[in-house]
């Protein structure tokens, strides 16, 4: 019988093909099979923090694999390797791997510039080579999968060369961060670290926005830094003047240096953007093929590099070269997102996605959080959000009053989850073409 992590070393090949490279290197290599019982599986991970990433974003796609290779139904669950953490709070302590490290990728190098970001681009150079001294803070704003962490990472690396310490942390880890040193008692450590830093970069900063006690806490730290002439970046979904935010000063603080946005791309950086990610893999791409991909996927570059690796996985798999048609077929059999007439009714929107999980409606708005429900009630977020284009104050009200941040940020998630999902991106396409369809339109 295979061993536990003989089986997790094959998982790994085959996820390895259906997640994207970034994704694969930040939160599976280095995962190990610990053990597997009674179609119990247990995956060993560096940290708290991934663990929580996977249990939340790939737990399917990993049990599917799992099942596949072992025959039998498998539940996978996942467990911190090594173990001197403080067990209550393991987010508290400062976890280097995860703060510091940067993506190899996101470099200035890879970034391919056009008119739509080369502005966000030499701002961000500038505050890499000079940080602190010509835009504090640079607030970078644009919409998913364009570009801001890249930004970030490329910042980061610079700085790292300099010798300079930049922290990176989403908005998200922030938060957690700071209410587990609430809760602990440690928010004079959890201040002094982010205090000492020459660069602090907060990505998805809108997540912080409504939550009162982060808000002023990121606001004492933006003080204390800018004051000691610290570099400080932020990125979000939207412009600052659309942030609901408690702390209004904050908003102030934010106006302070310099604003820039990330548009979608036009089609030449599109092609630029495949054409350079081609080269990267060493892989012969025509011409025709890349028309093909910059002609299909428009305002998120993270879905324009999907569908290229989703061709890349065919002709390995199929053992074929790359041809137009090869291409069409990769693409079209998980297909790309269908663009919505607008003329549906939200009330549809959400029966439909009810209807598919077996779920009442008043449950997609109600309190429950497991996890069929929470992600339903993401499907039916970002299923608003894309066709109807709502405002996400409104997507919120629809489904029982959540916050906007929430909602954008169930949207940004399953929009990942899509691309590492295919079942769930088939399942989420059935439903919008029932909504689409003749019958509902
Ligand atoms: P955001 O943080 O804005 O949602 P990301 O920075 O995560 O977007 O970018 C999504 C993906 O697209 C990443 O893999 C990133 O490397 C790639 N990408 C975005 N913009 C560019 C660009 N201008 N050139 C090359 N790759 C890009
Ligand atoms: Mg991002």
């Not at 599917?64 to 090594?82: N, Q």
């Not at 300099?162 to 922030?174: C, D, H, K, P, R």
């Amino acid at each position: 019988m295979p061993s536990a992590d003989q089986i997790w070393q094959a998982a790994l090949g085959e996820l390895e093909l259906q997640i994207t490279r970034p994704n694969f290197n930040t939160w599976l290599k280095g995962t190990r099979g610990l053990s597997w019982a009674s179609s119990d599986f247990t995956v060993g991970v560096s940290s708290a923090f991934v663990a929580e990433y996977l249990e939340t974003n790939q737990l399917s796609l990993i049990e599917r694999t799992l099942s596949r290779l072992t025959g039998e139904h498998t539940r996978a669950s996942f467990k911190v390797m090594s173990s001197n953490r403080n067990e209550n709070c393991s987010n508290t302590s400062p976890d280097t791997c995860i703060n510091h490290r940067f993506n190899p990728r996101y470099t200035f190098e890879s970034f391919i510039t056009g008119p739509s970001n080369e502005l966000a681009c030499a701002a961000a150079m500038g505050a890499a080579r000079g940080p602190g001294k010509l835009y504090n803070p640079l607030f970078i704003y644009g919409g998913v999968g364009l570009g801001k962490t890249h930004l970030m990472h490329a910042i980061g690396h610079v700085a790292e060369k300099n010798n300079l310490q930049a922290i990176y942390v989403s908005g998200e880890q922030f938060t957690n961060e700071f209410v587990c040193a609430l809760k602990s008692n440690n928010i004079e450590e959890f201040r002094s670290r982010y205090r000492s830093v020459d660069i602090l970069m907060v990505d998805d900063i809108q997540f912080i926005s409504g939550k009162g006690q982060t808000e002023e806490c990121f606001f004492h730290t933006f003080n204390e830094l800018h004051n000691g002439s610290r570099q400080i970046v932020v990125s979000s979904d939207r412009p600052p003047r659309d942030m609901s935010l408690i702390e209004d000063r904050l908003r102030s603080r934010f106006e302070w240096g310099l604003t820039v946005d990330i548009k979608p791309p036009n089609l030449e950086t599109r092609k630029a953007i495949l054409k350079h990610k081609a080269r990267r893999e060493k892989a012969e791409v025509s011409e025709e093929v890349i028309d093909l991909l910059a002609s299909k996927d428009r305002n998120n570059i993270r879905e324009l590099e999907g569908s290229l690796n989703r061709i890349f996985a065919y002709s390995r798999l199929l053992d074929a070269e790359v041809t137009p048609e090869l291409a069409e077929r990769a693409i079209t059999d998980i297909g790309s997102h269908p663009v919505g007439n607008g003329s549906m009714s939200a009330d549809s929107v959400i029966r439909c996605v009810a209807q598919a999980f077996s779920l009442e409606i008043s449950e997609l708005s109600g309190p429950r959080r497991d996890k069929t429900t929470a992600l339903a009630r993401q499907v039916a977020m970002y299923l608003l959000k894309i066709n109807q284009n709502y405002p996400l104050e409104k997507i919120g009200g629809l489904l029982g009053g959540r916050r906007p941040a929430t909602v954008s940020h169930a949207c940004e998630k399953l929009s990942r989850e899509l691309d590492s999902n295919p079942p769930l991106k088939r399942q989420v396409e059935a439903i919008q073409d029932r909504l689409t369809g003749p019958e509902l339109s």
